[in-house]
């Protein structure tokens, strides 16, 4: 009799100690890996979009739903990558606490100077982003921001410990600023050089670091290259010295595998998601694995 | 159980009224030997979109709308003009070919576009899971401005939602089956007896003609919503089921509205308790359907022979 009723009050105290969590829901897995540093065992983090898969297209299942209606924040990156899952999730959720403009919803890229915005609307130019690059994670100042701006929100949802998230707002800062100098140390010999990027996700890592990305395998987002784009990339990569190429796990290899092979390039397996590759569950630790990858590709 | 109402009621509502139209259209199509018209008429008015973003058209554009709609008409009328009867070339071989050669030449104008692939991917990946009372119901600008203003029905759509231009899918299933309704003699007679037909000097092409072009508009209503897997395997799966358990028209469709129905709100449950992607499990639900019919089927045979 003794050890049931123990366990119902194990039980009962487990479910008061996840309740009193804040609920907080991610739409991608570097959203989740700051609100994690940020929230530490204060915060419920559940990440939509798996780190290995393409963000625009997720496969939505019903625990989206059932997290979204129960969630006290939400974090999104708000520049056009969720747009075609996330809206109708939300609809359907009907959670007043993330409504447009409520403290509970966090759009990222507020306050985030975008790069390549469009000057004018008419897309002529090709497929872009109308509201810029999305890809701002990449750079760990701007994360930085992103953090400040997550600790802020879950200090509005959660005031009896609005202390501690400012607290480990602090430390992640503090810890971001070391890992600065060693990043930037790890890439100085490289200030100037090209990396060949799949799609143009990284133009924000490369100003960080003083590196260039202007050639692109893919044509368009989304498009095969032709065989007369991929002539052209290497053509382009001969004039530019550019030797490294970094592919993300859900970009096809095989056409880098080739360019490389004809250009005597190197490729770096990289990602844009904290926890694609072993070991990279924190934002610090996936930034370490990606600044040593793209190192390695570039000193051969 | 209240917990799936709240989070998935209007997916389920979906599977609920869609399906039997396309329970009887499956039937018609599986008598034709026509399997793979749906995604060929997918493909068509995708092709369609394509070159509406080649002229700098948006997706939700009217102009561009009428455009794929036209890509589906030529589908039809490619369609019904290639079915001859007695042919050396399988009528499937034909639907094939417009599936590839359409599919390819989307990737090609997409290259030249200035925008809008990731859309116009998304049009042929529908999630059952994301559809919304609006998507179903809603009336739509377009035909709106022919109506009286009602509140309810025709709010504007979402923020970042497209197509608030067109009438909800339930409406287009509704047109589809009236006219099948009224031509049901005809319509019926060119699928089921088609021989028949021709002798009685019925217009054959153009009934055909009428057929693939009110297809082509269900499948590309519902492929916006549920994806070409889900499309497939109700179009296919339940009218297959019917085939094999019952002889007449009217137990058929009873049965296939049966199995669809177990189907859907079955996978959904499923992918409720277990979090799957909701199409896939509808689509999964429907094939182990499928096998228990195939299992049953030769009992039933062999109880009803015994019986007499």
């Known amino acids: 009799m003794k050890i049931p009723a123990i366990i119902a009050a194990a039980l009962a105290a487990l479910l008061t100690a996840a309740e009193a969590k804040l609920n907080v829901v991610a739409t991608l897995p570097d959203y989740g890996a700051v609100a994690r540093d940020i929230g530490g065992d204060k915060v419920d983090v559940t990440v939509m979009a798996k780190p290995t898969e393409d963000p625009h297209f997720v496969d939505a299942r019903p625990s989206f739903i059932v997290k979204l209606r129960a969630a006290d924040v939400l974090i999104e990156g708000g520049a056009e990558l969720e747009v075609g899952w996330l809206p109708p999730l939300l609809q359907n959720a009907r959670n007043p606490k993330l409504e447009t403009g409520k403290p509970g919803r966090v759009i990222a890229s507020e306050g985030i100077r975008m790069m390549n915005v469009p000057t004018t609307l008419t897309r002529a130019a090709g497929d872009v982003h109308a509201m810029g690059n999305p890809h701002f994670m990449m750079d760990p100042i701007i994360v930085k921001a992103v953090a400040k701006h997550i600790a802020d929100a879950f200090a509005s949802a959660d005031a009896a410990n609005a202390a501690t998230y400012q607290a480990n707002y602090a430390k992640f800062e503090q810890a971001i600023n070391a890992k600065l100098q060693e990043w930037g140390g790890a890439m100085l010999p490289f200030k100037g050089r090209q990396i060949v990027a799949y799609h143009d996700s990284w133009p924000y890592f490369a100003r960080r670091f003083g590196l260039v990305s202007e050639i692109f395998l893919e044509p368009k987002p989304g498009i095969p290259p032709s065989p007369s784009h991929l002539v052209k990339v290497i053509a382009d990569m001969k004039t530019a010295h550019a030797h490294a190429i970094i592919v993300e796990p859900f970009h096809n290899r095989k056409t880098a595998e080739k360019v490389a092979s004809s250009t005597g390039a190197h490729i770096a397996d990289v990602a844009q998601f904290p926890g694609a590759l072993p070991n990279t569950e924190s934002y610090a630790a996936f930034m370490d694995v990606i600044v040593a990858r793209v190192a390695a590709a570039l000193k051969e | ?308």
């Not at chain 2, 259209?25 to 399997?35: A, P």
């Not at chain 2, 973003?53 to 948006?58: F, I, M, N, S």
């Not at chain 2, 030529?74 to 369609?79: G, V």
């Open chain 2, 1 to 308: 159980m209240k917990e799936i109402l709240e989070v998935m009621l209007w997916p389920l509502v979906a599977c609920v009224i869609l399906p039997p139209l396309l329970v009887y259209l499956g039937l018609h199509v599986v008598q034709r030997g026509i399997i793979f018209i749906d995604i060929a008429m997918a493909q068509m008015a995708s092709l369609g979109f394509c070159v509406g973003a080649l002229c700098g058209l948006e997706l939700d554009d009217p102009l561009n709308i009428a455009i794929a709609l036209g890509f589906t008409l030529i589908a039809a009328a490619l369609f019904s003009f290639t079915n001859k009867s007695g042919s050396e070339v399988p009528h499937e071989a034909t639907i094939g070919i417009a599936y590839v050669v359409a599919a390819a030449a989307s990737v090609l104008i997409l290259g030249r576009a200035a925008h809008g692939d990731e859309e116009i991917k998304n049009m042929l990946v529908g999630n059952i899971l994301l559809v919304s009372a609006e998507d179903i119901f809603r009336i739509g600008t377009f035909l709106g401005n022919f109506l009286p203003p009602m509140k309810i029905l025709n709010e504007p759509p979402a923020e970042n939602m497209h197509g608030g231009f067109l009438p909800g899918t339930a409406w287009w299933f509704l047109l589809v089956g009236l006219v099948h309704l009224i031509f049901r003699p005809q319509l019926c007679g060119v699928s089921f007896a088609r021989e028949q037909s021709h002798s009685q000097g019925m217009r054959v092409r153009a009934w055909d003609f009428l057929f693939y072009a009110l297809f082509g508009f269900v499948v590309t209503s519902f492929v916006r919503i549920a994806g070409v897997l889900l499309i497939f395997s109700y179009l296919i799966v339940p009218a297959v089921c019917a085939v094999l358990l019952a002889r007449t028209m009217r137990i058929r469709m009873l049965i296939g509205c049966i199995i669809a129905l177990i189907g859907g709100v079955g996978g959904m449950i499923g992918s409720f308790y277990a979090d799957l992607p909701t199409g896939a499990a509808i689509v999964c639900a429907l094939g182990v359907l499928l096998v228990a019919t195939a299992l049953v089927a030769p009992l039933i045979h062999r109880m009803k022979r015994a019986q007499r």
